[in-house]
């Protein structure tokens, strides 16, 4: 851990508290373009993928494009209407600011849109303004590939060893794994630590207030 330079995060489920409202937004799509019925549970598994991939998994009997059609006229309906931004989770703002001013550069690596990830990052500003670069499953390829890593690796002239993912799904894990990247689980959002950890997370933390400790401390165990 101690030549980590890049912190590469997730987005919802890791640093911002959405899991709950993704759900709850997906169901009134699927209520309001009666679609078949699909559990809480079913939606949340896959809260990380990019909406391809999400959709897929949840219709597979359905044609994505004509469902991607739907569901994108439905978004743009829910969007303009104002819904709110889900909040950070606590402390998380504060660690990243933290660990930007001990010299980390921060990163995003996302299922969301990039006009999804643009919106959040305007509304939690003091956030964006220290992070340096971004990938959104709609510009590259989605998790659980690992090309928004290599892409971000080769922006910032980094070897994989030099940056630490963190993330709250296994997704997130599986595309570090894939080129050699360590990756640390966060247990507060939508796959289980045990999970995380079959997934090939270094360990998981409660949530991401606890990594400024967490890398101070492997940082002193290297010393």
């Keep these: 851990m101690h030549r980590v330079r890049l912190l590469i995060f997730d987005w919802d489920g890791t640093l911002a508290d959405s899991a709950a409202q993704i759900v709850s937004a997906m169901q009134t799509a699927i209520r309001g373009l009666k679609l078949p019925e699909r559990s809480d549970e079913a939606i949340r598994e896959l809260i990380g993928l990019g ?3 999400g959709l897929q998994r949840l219709y597979p009997e359905l044609q994505l494009q004509g469902l991607r059609a739907l569901l994108d006229g439905y978004r ?6 104002g819904a709110g931004e889900a909040p950070l989770f606590a402390g998380a703002l504060g660690a990243v600011h ?3 001013a001990r010299g980390y ?9 990039r006009r999804g990830l643009d919106r959040s990052l305007a509304h939690h500003h003091e956030l964006a303004r220290v992070v340096v670069n971004s990938r959104c499953a709609d510009e590259t390829a989605s998790k659980p590939d690992p090309l928004m890593l290599r892409e971000l ?9 030099q940056a630490l993912m963190i993330g709250d799904t296994e997704y997130d894990m ?3 794994q894939a080129i050699g990247m360590p990756g640390l689980g966060v247990a507060c959002g939508v796959h289980e630590s045990g999970r ?3 997934a090939g997370a270094a360990a998981v933390l409660d949530a991401v207030r606890a990594l400024p400790g967490y890398l101070e401390g492997r940082l002193q165990g290297s010393a």
Excluded: F
């Design 105 to 113: 550069r921060i990163a995003i690596a996302t299922g969301k849109s």
């Design 51 to 53: 909406l391809n991939e």
């Design 196 to 198: 995380l950890r079959r």
């Design 174 to 176: 599986a595309m570090a």
């Design 98 to 100: 933290d660990l930007h």
């Design 153 to 161: 690796l080769l922006e910032e002239r980094l070897q994989p060893e």
């Design 76 to 81: 743009a309906r829910w969007l303009s209407e």
